[in-house]
């Protein structure tokens, strides 16, 4: 479902839904990588506040830098705790 949400803003590298280690359910967060800025951007700036499953979505730059620039990815805040890995991709 989130896919569907965010590959309209350009191709995504990945989707990541963020879970408990112990619990594997979902942390309420997740990233969404794309594979250029201008995308990520364009992201950021329609998809910010939107609903998803009745829950307003808020959208931040990612700040912990590991694999990839953080130019090219979101953070997605906010997901319904019932969103799975699947959900999201």
Do not use: C
């Not at 590959?7 to 594997?24: A, E, N, Y």
């Not at 506040?49 to 979505?57: E, N």
């Amino acid at each position: 479902m989130l896919y569907s949400v965010f590959i309209k803003f350009g191709p995504i590298f990945s989707l990541r839904v963020m879970k408990d280690f112990q619990t594997k359910k979902s942390r309420g967060f997740g990233f969404v990588s794309y594979y250029n800025l201008q995308d990520a951007k364009t992201a950021k700036l329609q998809a910010n506040h939107i609903a998803i499953l009745k829950r307003p979505i808020r959208i931040t730059w990612k700040k912990q830098i590991k694999d990839m620039s953080a130019e090219n990815n979101i953070f997605v805040k906010n997901i319904s705790r019932n969103v799975t890995e699947k959900d999201f991709e």
